[in-house]
């Protein structure tokens, strides 16, 4: 496999937004610190919307602790969020946040989605979903991820500007139309 290649093929561990027989999917990895990941997720939105039945959406953790320390906390969260049925929702709130990850923040936006927030606190503190994320982080690495957001289209690195909306659907329809 290339370094242009992604090296985990989507499955049961993953967080799909979309159909899953869509014919185009569409792997992220990202950093819910990263202002280039919060700036792709808005284009996301109408990437999604113009996109339709053609995308599923699947969003893989890449922090970078070492720059963005509240990160690895972030995306755990995130997947705690997940184990009540709410990945989708902590994801949002989280990327709309500015960069807002304190602790005191991810136990609000817990709450504001509707978790159990003992739950979601436990999860947290007993590390319960920092072999997730180091999984993603090790298959990023071997897929040759080098910043965020780095993005897959059918399990080949996507080389276009991730901020241009129309050229991002231009390129999942062209491949929508191969299948």
């Known amino acids: 496999m290339s370094e242009s290649e992604l090296t985990l093929p989507v499955g049961e561990r993953d967080y799909i937004l979309g159909p899953t027989d869509a014919p185009v999917t569409l792997v992220e990895y990202g950093d819910y610190e990263c202002r280039d990941c919060m700036a792709f997720h808005r284009v996301l939105g109408a990437v999604i919307e113009r ?5 599923r959406f699947v969003y893989r953790h890449m922090p970078w602790a070492k720059i963005h320390p509240r990160a690895q906390a972030a995306a755990e969260a995130s997947l705690a969020a997940g184990a009540q049925g709410r990945f989708w929702e902590m994801h949002n709130l989280m990327m709309e946040s500015g960069g807002k990850l304190e602790d005191q923040d991810l ?11 003992d739950l979601f606190q436990s999860g947290l503190a007993d590390g319960t979903h920092k072999p997730h994320v180091l999984e993603d982080q090790r298959s990023a690495v071997r897929s040759g991820v080098r910043r965020t957001p780095t993005l897959f289209l059918n399990g080949q690195r996507y080389e276009g500007d991730w901020r241009d ?15």
Request: proline content about 0%; glycine content about 12%; charged content about 25%.
């Open 165 to 179: 909306a129309d050229a991002l659907v231009a390129a999942i329809e062209e491949l929508a139309g191969a299948d």
């Open 51 to 55: 996109a339709g039945d053609k995308l």
């Open 107 to 117: 136990l609000g936006y817990a709450a504001q989605i509707g978790l159990d927030v």
